[in-house]
């Protein structure tokens, strides 16, 4: 089990692999979308590199409702273990 | 029981030269903005698309795959009469019947070859080129003409900012004759039938319809065990590799198969895309020719091939370039 500091810093690395994002504004507010300009198929990337970190299988109709950080740190959350 | 014979075959197979046709009309991303709401970034950063052919109505499905394949005969030097095997690996046929193969032989000159359609998504040219090959092998055939063309704009929404701005048109061919030496490597083929609606033409409509993140997600998660296998196979490695031409889907799928086999720098990397769109089982082919025309791409070059799509379907394969 990750706790949430240890998903939000995982998360933050693999937002700056995968989509260029600077770890430091890779904060729970931020939308992935309008705010960290990460799209759709950068999502799915995302979605994969979460599976291999962490175990935590994200499937692509729960991808449409992970909107921001925080959301994503909340699925792995509630998924993991 | 009555023990039948069996031909001789050939050792191995390879490929003899490949030809290309490249519709007339050029779309470019500021052409698509203007019909839909979309724009040249966009479509650049998701699929990598510059521009792409859309085939006008004289250049059907038959003229194209004849003029690539025409144009392969005249490389790989044999005649239309040295070809007994013609297949046509294409997903957008205007008919179901007849198949086109048989008059695209004929129109070739070729006589009376043996001769079929593949319908196996963009993976088509790819499982042809492997029936082919062992067709060789096996004494079924001597010489085979194996086309890829599509006329994907037939099958697409053209208002659809969706696939519009995707789906192209051409074909691509090669002739595959017999050899000495293996030269075209073992396929691994196969199917995930469980995502047969990823691409698809839904219920009462006209236009085919992607699930993109799907299609991505298991382009970009189970496909690079496929291209590993080819390797395997065929005994090489991803060091050996001069040229990798995977289908012709979007830039980034490209990018991101190159990055996690390891491919040595000096690989050269099919990009055809960016000026050619998704051009379905034609992609390969027309990759390949544009390649060996520029002289990206040499005689003797290892390529690593790889076809993916509806299906969903996927044949991976290392071959030798002519």
């Not at chain 1, 939308?31 to 994969?48: G, Q, R, Y």
């Not at chain 2, 704009?153 to 659809?160: A, F, G, I, P, V």
């Amino acid at each position: 089990m990750s706790s949430t500091q240890e998903i939000q810093t995982g998360l933050a690395e693999i937002l700056e692999e995968v989509a260029g994002v600077t770890p430091a504004d890779a904060t729970p507010e931020k939308s992935f979308t309008d705010d960290l300009d990460v799209d759709s198929l950068s999502m799915v990337e995302i979605a994969t590199a979460v599976e291999d970190k962490f175990g935590v299988a994200i499937p692509d109709d729960e991808l449409g409702n992970i909107k921001t950080v925080g959301d994503a740190i909340s699925y792995i959350e509630k998924n993991q273990g | 029981m009555t023990t039948l014979q069996l031909p001789a075959g050939a050792p191995g197979a390879r490929l003899l030269g490949f030809g290309s046709y490249r519709p007339r009309r050029r779309v470019t991303n500021d052409e698509l903005a203007q019909r839909m709401e979309t724009n040249d970034e966009w479509i650049q950063a998701r699929v990598g698309i510059a521009e792409r052919r859309w085939a006008e109505p004289d250049e059907t499905l038959v003229e194209m795959s004849v003029a690539a394949g025409g144009k392969a005969l005249a490389a790989s030097g044999l005649d239309a009469n040295d070809i007994d095997l013609v297949l046509l690996a294409t997903t957008s046929p205007p008919k179901a019947i007849p198949g086109l193969a048989p008059r695209i032989a004929h129109q070739l000159g070729v006589p009376r070859p043996g001769a079929f359609d593949v319908n196996a998504g963009c993976a088509g040219w790819c499982y042809a080129l492997s029936a082919a090959a062992d067709a060789i092998r096996t004494g079924s055939a001597r010489n085979a003409l194996v086309i890829g063309g599509e006329r994907l704009t037939d099958y697409t929404n053209l208002d659809d900012r969706a696939t519009a701005v995707i789906f192209a048109d051409g074909a691509g061919a090669a002739v595959v004759g017999p050899a000495d030496e293996p030269t075209i490597g073992p396929v691994v083929w196969g199917s995930d039938g469980d995502l047969h609606e990823a691409i698809a033409i839904p219920e009462n409509e006209t236009g085919m319809s992607m699930a993109g993140q799907a299609v991505y997600r298991w382009a970009t998660t189970k496909l690079t065990d496929t291209l590993v296998e080819a390797m395997r196979r065929a005994g090489v490695g991803p060091d050996d590799i001069d040229v990798f031409a995977p289908h012709q889907a979007n830039l980034r799928i490209i990018e991101l198969m190159a990055k996690r086999l390891k491919l040595p720098e000096r690989t050269v990397i099919a990009r055809d895309i960016v000026r050619s769109g998704n051009t379905s089982s034609a992609s390969v082919p027309l990759a390949l020719a544009a390649l060996l025309e520029s002289g990206e791409a040499k005689s003797g070059d290892l390529a690593l091939l790889l076809g993916y799509g509806a299906g969903l379907t996927f044949a991976g394969q290392v071959v030798v370039l002519p």
